[in-house]
Structure formats: C-alpha cells, structure tokens
C-alpha cells in the first residue's frame, strides 16, 4: 500500500515481549525528551506554558505596539519611543500557553488481535505521545473506551506524573465489544477545555464510525486518528475451509477462503480505509493510518514527524 505506516513490515521487537514488560524502556524515553507535539491550531490554555498562542498578553516575549488608552498598565509603556515620538504605545507580548491533550483509547475486544497484538501497541504509542507532551509542560489525560467510556486519568501536567500515567497504561485491560459512538460522545459532552484530541483506534464498531468521529471533531479542537490496523487484517494469509469467530461477540460464520475471497476482502479493507480518511477530511480531522507491522518506536520517531504530529 501506498502509505509507509499502512504498509506490512517485519514484526516489531515488542511482538516477543511478555505481556507484563513495560511499555517503553529508559533507552527509548531518552529519544523522547527533545520532542513535542505539534499543534495544528492555536489553543488557549489555562495557564501559561511552553506553548505560544497568538494571543495577546504579559509574557517576556516581545510582539507588538498599540496606542495607550486610558486605564492601560503604564508598567507595559514603552517610553524609548516616548522619548522619540512623544507619543504613548503600550507594549505587547506572545503569551506562552499549556495545551491539554485528550488520548482516546480503544479498549475493545478486537483491539487485542494481531502479533504485536494492536492494544499493546496502542498503549505504547499513548505513552510515548503523553510523554512527549508532559515534558513540554502540556497537560494530558487518558480516556479509555470500550463499549462505554471507562474511568480516566484525568489530565495532569509535568514530567513528574509520567512514569505514574506509563504504568496506568500498562496495567489497563482490554474490554468487551465496541461503543465508538457512544463513548466518543459521552468524551466530548464531559471533555476538559478545548486541545488536542488524539483517537487511537481500529474503529471496527458494527454501528459504523462517521458519527463517532462528528462527535469529537469541531473548530474549538486540534483532532487526529491514529487507525491501527494489524498485517493481518490489511493482508491476511488464511486460505481453506475455517470458521471465523468474531472476538467480541461471539458470532461465528463458515468460510472457504480462495484466491477471490482474499481479493474481495482486500478490496473491502482498502475501502474502509479510503472511507475513514474521506470522513476524516470531512470532519477536519488529521488521520494517520497505522499498522502494528511497523515498530512502534518508528512510528513515533519518523512517521509521525513526517506528518507533523510531533517534531
């Protein structure tokens, strides 16, 4: 396939790691600590940060002059140009803002399919992505979803909370079926300020996913799709005579997989995916195909650059 991060490729190293070894490694943090996310839009935070917004305020950062008006702070004139001009300008400064980012976790049963398994792997990415953004004093928060939305980690800031945020991750387990619709809602009825919302998905819900996606898309919102898929879902191997077994419900139909099977289900997959960037674009939202064929920490560390996610 055309995309480099859709594309199979030799298994990551985590595919042999024990179920319980940590997300990331010291080595791999270590790679991570020069990098940010990168925002699409300007977001206006609670409390000033390492982030610039275009708005105006008291910061150390110089920007701009405006004529004085009654009622100014007088701290903020600049009096060289008064001493010039005779003639009063307030100074004006970039103000430096926190961002909170939201990472929506699909924690469904088909999420754990695969080899490295896709929840795994999408943990790996949340941690490394919250880790990034904790280190630039961004505040970050996990959502965790299933066929509802789950108990959070509510959003927090500084590096300080990452190894406790890490860990949380890893010990989250995955759940029952698929609910995108109704817990992408429930997250944005209840979301914290506007930022960055980025979904770590499958998006297999048999309810589809359009409307799921309206629900966390909008102006107010940064919003992007890390859709993660396995080698064998995008290019199965089976062939013969099998009963296939639905992981969350329990549904079962029998098959006889030939060469025009596997044909027909490929041109279904490239639909889907052609379908959930058609609706992404729609909905203003920045989607990112991802398939658990690529390393992890490539995916982070070139991938990802490459599309301007973090830098």
Not at 67 to 84: C, E, K, T
Not at 159 to 168: D, E, M, P
Not at 274 to 279: K, L, P, S
Request: net charge neutral.
């Amino acid at each position: 396939m055309s995309d480099p991060a859709a594309t199979p490729g030799a298994p990551s190293a985590s595919a042999e790691e024990r179920a319980d070894a940590p997300l990331l490694d010291e080595a791999f943090l270590a790679k991570l600590e020069r990098l940010s996310l990168l925002s699409r839009a300007t977001i206006t935070g609670r409390i000033r940060g390492e982030r610039r917004s275009r708005r105006r305020g008291a910061s150390t950062e110089f920007a701009d002059h405006r004529d004085y008006v009654p009622g100014d702070d007088i701290r903020y004139l600049d009096w060289n140009i008064y001493g010039r001009l005779d003639r009063l300008l307030v100074k004006l400064f970039e103000e430096e803002e926190d961002l909170t980012v939201c990472l929506l976790l699909d924690c469904s049963k088909s999420m754990a399919f695969g080899s490295p398994d896709k929840f795994r792997y999408a943990r790996q990415v949340a941690a490394a992505l919250a880790y990034i953004a904790l280190g630039t004093e961004d505040r970050v928060g996990v959502f965790p979803f299933d066929r509802a939305l789950r108990p959070a980690f509510r959003p927090v800031r500084g590096r300080r909370n990452a190894l406790r945020l890490i860990s949380w991750l890893g010990a989250l387990e995955a759940g029952s079926g698929t609910g995108l619709l109704d817990s992408l809602t429930a997250f944005s009825n209840a979301a914290p300020q506007r930022g960055m919302v980025i979904l770590l998905s499958d998006l297999l819900d048999p309810a589809g996913y359009a409307d799921a996606l309206r629900a966390i898309a909008g102006k107010r919102t940064d919003v992007h799709l890390i859709h993660i898929l396995s080698p064998e879902e995008i290019e199965p191997t089976i062939a013969g005579d099998l009963r296939l077994v639905d992981s969350e419900d329990g549904g079962t139909v029998d098959v006889t997989v030939a060469g025009s099977v596997l044909e027909s289900y490929r041109r279904t997959v490239l639909a889907f995916q052609a379908g959930v960037r058609e609706t992404c674009s729609r909905f203003g939202i920045q989607a990112l195909p991802a398939s658990t064929g690529i390393p992890f920490d490539q995916l982070i560390l070139g991938y990802l650059r490459a599309r301007r996610l973090v830098g």
